[in-house]
């Protein structure tokens, strides 16, 4: 992955981490008041109903207190994305004086909904820092202790009568209070521990991506000093293998067998080449285009190339849609990897078929080796893991899965039902093509 893509990754993540689980707590928020002014608003008719005298212009302004917070709040969340815990106390203070000014002229700390000040403070417990939250629960007593004191009576609000059964409305209350205040907490509070989960795991996710990147850096830094050291050794061994090839013009074995190894020579010092030009960089700079058919016989003859002595039973679907792909080096380099792996459990046989259609195209290998151990299923795909003993640096299947990464593609190895390794590559075409 270039240094480009995977910085603007980790702002992505990073924007998301800090801005989505506020946010969400916000709407959360709008929706917690609207099941408040709907119960008050419920609680009030019913009061009526019952011919309890109530005081319409208090109630009237504190419920349109918090529809007016409401309002806020939804032009808040359809203009901006970033929710800071200030604003969002200052919206909890707001339902807070709603609350004391509706309790005030209904009958103060008697009142049987005043169980209604623990939802702001709940919201607040969960979602805010510690200072925000013990300045609103303060700030709650306060409200809750003048309410004591000072405060409008509510008369008649005791025994009633309906259907022949006395009712002590202020229990009823409470009951119903108790009722609705466990749903409610039940219900918010458990999305808000949601969100607390999803921005641990988002910070996760960071701060694995960031020990992929500087694992990724150390490897490209390796590779490139490799690259500089290897090119005399190989330049001194194509010099003698041309040599030799002039000494035995008359050995046509032995000139066969130099010959491969010149094109073995050849092959490495374009790899090394290829590490040097970044050529991943350039494709991307440059914007060359291939055919999507040319491009995967491309890579399977390259392969072909450095393993002549494996079959290699190739199935490419036939297909008039040939979209313009990338020419990305490292791509190739990540399917000729998964056919180095298949070849090395299976060294007589591997087949490969390949499909696409306008979305995705299919890639899948199949060896004839022994499978994959349950043990070895776990440890696929990290970074200096090897399961070729002594043969293998452990880097091949890491590199495919982060080359496939950047173009969302998916990678998956089980073992097939008549044997060996299934390995199946999916990848998004709209990734991948050239756009006219």
């Known amino acids: 992955m270039s240094a480009k893509n995977h910085s603007l990754l980790l702002e992505s993540l990073h924007q998301h981490a800090l801005e989505n689980p506020s946010r969400r707590n916000m709407q959360r928020l709008f929706l917690l008041r609207n099941v408040m002014i709907t119960f008050m608003l419920a609680a009030t008719l019913a009061l009526f109903y019952l011919r309890i005298p109530l ?17 806020i709040t939804m032009l808040r969340l359809r203009r901006h994305s970033n929710v800071s815990d200030r604003e969002l106390s200052f919206q909890l203070l707001g339902d807070l004086i709603a609350l004391t000014v509706l309790f005030y002229f209904t009958g103060g700390y008697s009142n049987p909904l005043v169980w209604m000040y623990l939802l702001p403070l709940t919201v607040a417990a969960v979602a805010l820092r510690r200072k925000y939250a013990w300045l609103l629960s303060a700030t709650a007593v306060t409200f809750y202790s003048i309410l004591v004191f000072y405060y409008v009576p509510l008369s008649h609000l005791h025994m009633h009568y309906v259907a022949g059964k006395s009712l002590d409305i202020h229990l009823v209350g409470m009951w119903l209070g108790f009722v609705v205040s466990a749903g409610i907490i039940a219900f918010f509070v458990t999305r808000i521990g949601q969100s607390l989960r999803d921005y641990d795991r988002i910070v996760a996710t960071i701060r694995e991506k960031s020990l992929e990147s500087e694992r990724m ?3 490209g830094t390796l590779a490139t000093s490799a690259a500089h ?7 001194t061994m194509a010099v003698i293998s041309k040599e030799l090839s002039n000494d035995f013009q008359n050995h046509p074995e032995t000139l066969n067998q130099l010959q491969m190894l010149r094109n073995q020579i050849s092959r490495c010092k374009e790899i090394l080449s290829s590490i040097t030009r970044n050529a991943g960089q350039a494709r991307a700079d440059e914007g060359q285009g291939l055919p999507l058919s040319d491009f995967l016989e491309d890579a399977i003859q390259r392969w072909r190339d450095t393993r002549p002595a494996t079959e290699l039973v190739v199935n490419l679907t036939k297909n008039p849609l040939n979209p313009m792909i990338h020419m990305d080096r490292t791509l190739t380099q990540a399917i000729q990897n998964l056919l180095d792996n298949a070849a090395d459990e299976s060294p007589e046989r591997v087949l490969l078929n390949a499909n696409w259609n306008e979305k995705m195209l299919n890639i899948a290998i199949r060896d004839f080796g022994k499978g994959l151990s349950a043990e070895i299923e776990k440890q696929l795909g990290k970074p200096f893991f090897t399961s070729k003993n002594e043969q293998g640096m452990g880097l091949g299947l890491y590199l495919t899965q982060t080359t496939l990464g950047r173009y969302e593609g998916e990678l998956k190895l089980v073992n097939h039902a008549e044997g060996g390794v299934l390995t199946t590559v999916k990848l998004p075409l709209a990734k991948l093509m050239v756009k006219s």
């Open 55 to 71: 005081p319409k212009l208090p109630i009237a302004f504190a419920v349109g207190g918090m529809l007016l917070l409401n309002l």
């Open 217 to 219: 850096l150390a490897l």
């Open 229 to 235: 050291e290897l090119g005399t050794p190989l330049a």
